[in-house]
């Protein structure tokens, strides 16, 4: 067991929002909460989706899946990972699962049972799926057998990039190509292309069902691109606080944490919060400079103060020597270290302080803290 004294916040109000401004592009909406929603709940995403109107839901793996229509979703279950064995296809045949299929071994495992079925398409991610060119073999699989294709699969690869557009061009003429060969089989086939950057990028070749992923969250897409205005409509959904334990006074020269990791270059003053890599808040932080700038900030009465000194299990801490010239700084105050507040951290500048993407982020934070929830 894991008891955390930081704890996470998630606003099901802008998830609600989000899904709403995605409504304009005039698709159907399937919303990806596999791994726990990114780290926000898979089953209150869900349910608060449903509300809004989903009838489609994209997990990670069949059991996910399960555990879904369990919880009360009556909607499409989409398992993007597909089924490994034949038990799993009994699941998706007795809860209703849309399973799917992506290469030999799995679409021979599907035929005889009573199951919609989204064939996914490699059209140049590499991961999963047929090529186009195996369509037409694959459309006459299924002749005679109890399976039946109701959905067509793929994802763009590069569709946030600035300088990969003519790579996402040439995706979306591999999918023409699949598209064409199944719908002369199966006309009312659907299909499903476009995850958040290419709704909002590519709308036009994102297909009849779209997959928006870290857009649903207040993620954007294109953060730090060309195209960043493109998704700063959004509303930041999970956020993360930590209580002050204890403010010290330092001398200059004191030093602070493991490895006196930190000098103090004058007199100061340190707040440690209650979160550390135990609490899912990565070790090697990007570090600020002598001067307290261009690492991982903390915010404290709406003011930012730098990270200082070595991130330890369940404790950080956070120079406070010019806040507290303006603001009293003591025991039991929330400290913000993701959004919740003003001038609050936003999701992309901690990704880049911990040199990853913000889907490790949420998905890191929510897995390993308690969660509070803000309906």
């Known amino acids: ?43 209150e995403v869900s349910s608060a989706l449903q509300e809004e109107g989903a009838k489609y839901f994209a997990v990670g793996t069949v059991r996910e899946a399960v555990l879904l229509r369990k919880s009360g979703i009556t909607g499409t279950i989409v398992p993007l990972l597909g089924c490994m064995k034949k038990e799993e296809y009994e699941l998706s045949a007795v809860y209703k699962i849309c399973t799917v299929v992506h290469n030999v071994e799995t679409l021979d495992l599907s035929l005889d049972y009573d199951l919609d079925i989204a064939i996914k398409i490699d059209t140049g991610m590499g991961r999963l799926g047929f090529r186009a060119k195996d369509m037409e073999w694959v459309a006459q699989k299924f002749k005679g057998k109890k399976a039946r294709p109701v959905m067509l699969l793929s994802h763009f690869s590069s569709a946030y990039s600035d300088d990969d557009s003519e790579y996402t061009e040439i995706q979306a003429s591999r999918m023409k190509r699949a598209v064409d060969i199944l719908k002369d089989t199966y006309p009312d086939i659907l299909t499903s ?120 299990m369940q404790m950080t801490a956070i120079d406070v020597t010019d806040l507290v010239k303006k603001h009293e700084v003591t025991t039991g105050q929330n400290a913000y270290l993701l959004n919740g507040c003003e001038n609050g951290i936003r999701l992309e500048e901690l990704a880049f302080w911990w040199d990853t993407i913000p889907y490790e982020v949420t998905t890191m934070l929510g897995k390993n803290l308690y969660r509070f929830q803000d309906n």
């Open 193 to 312: 292309f476009g995850n958040s950057a290419t709704i909002l990028a590519f709308p036009e070749i994102a297909g009849d069902i779209v997959r928006p992923g870290i857009l649903l969250y207040g993620g954007n897409p294109f953060y730090a691109t060309k195209q960043e205005s493109l998704g700063t409509a959004f509303h930041p959904a999970m956020s993360l606080s930590a209580p002050v334990l204890s403010v010290q006074k330092l001398n200059k020269g004191d030093r602070v944490s493991y490895g006196t990791s930190f000098t103090a270059k004058r007199d100061s003053v340190v707040a440690w919060i209650g979160m550390g890599y135990a609490d899912g808040y990565r070790i090697n932080t990007k570090a600020n400079d002598e001067f307290g700038h261009g690492g991982a900030q903390v915010v404290i009465h709406n003011t930012r103060c730098p990270i200082i000194g070595r991130v330890t």
């Open 1 to 43: 067991m894991t008891e955390a004294l930081c704890s996470i916040t998630i606003d099901f109000e802008a998830i609600r929002k989000n899904y709403n401004l995605l409504t304009v592009h005039k698709k159907t909406i399937m919303p990806v909460v596999k791994s726990d929603a990114y780290g926000h709940g898979v089953f």
